[in-house]
């Protein structure tokens, strides 16, 4: 029975990044306001260096990969990533277009994240404790602006 149990909470962990890593993140601002507007959703725009933002890293692996995170944004959410790398190698069209995104955003730091209605307006900053957030409090943040639309 005991080896049951542990076979079963060991598939169970392996499942849980898996679900995370379903997430479909996005790099095209147009495209992220089609599909928002077609289903529903809201964009979340998430402004971030992925190789070198510890806050940044710590989000992706900690928020980003979690169950709750997951279950919500595939019900609530269109991904969209925009990175600003020091070492990896992006296409130049990409990091031009994250660039004036960021511009236009007036993003001064990472990470931002950044919430527009399904409509493509938008509705805020998401704000949040970056040092000890939990996919709860990233949610809550995401639900505050959103309750803008309503």
Same mark, same amino acid.
């Given at each position: 029975? @005991?080896?049951?149990?542990?076979?079963?909470?060991?598939a169970f962990a392996l499942?849980?990044?898996?679900?995370?890593?379903?997430?479909?993140?996005?790099?095209?601002?147009?495209?992220?306001?089609?599909?928002?507007?077609?289903?529903?959703?809201?964009?979340?725009?998430?402004?971030?260096? =992925?190789?070198?933002? =510890?806050?940044?890293?710590?989000?992706?692996?900690?928020?980003?990969?979690?169950?709750?995170?997951a279950e919500y944004a595939?019900?609530?959410?269109?991904?969209?990533?925009?990175?600003?790398?020091?070492?990896?190698?992006?296409?130049? =069209?990409?990091?031009?277009?994250?660039?004036?995104?960021?511009?236009?955003?007036?993003?001064?730091?990472?990470?931002?994240?950044?919430?527009?209605?399904?409509?493509?307006?938008?509705?805020?900053?998401?704000?949040?404790?970056?040092f000890d957030a939990t996919?709860?409090?990233?949610?809550?943040?995401?639900?505050?602006?959103?309750?803008?639309? @309503?």
């Amino acid at each position: 029975m @005991k080896k049951l149990l542990l076979t079963l909470a060991a598939a169970f962990a392996l499942a849980l990044p898996a679900l995370a890593a379903d997430l479909t993140w996005l790099t095209d601002l147009p495209k992220a306001k089609v599909q928002a507007k077609a289903e529903g959703k809201l964009v979340l725009m998430d402004f971030t260096g =992925s190789d070198f933002c =510890s806050s940044c890293i710590r989000l992706h692996k900690e928020v980003f990969a979690t169950k709750e995170f997951a279950e919500y944004a595939k019900k609530r959410l269109v991904l969209m990533e925009l990175d600003f790398p020091l070492k990896k190698k992006q296409p130049a =069209s990409l990091k031009e277009a994250n660039e004036a995104l960021a511009k236009e955003f007036k993003v001064d730091g990472y990470p931002t994240l950044i919430v527009l209605a399904p409509d493509g307006k938008k509705l805020g900053e998401a704000e949040f404790d970056l040092f000890d957030a939990t996919a709860k409090d990233v949610i809550a943040a995401i639900e505050k602006l959103a309750s803008k639309t @309503k």
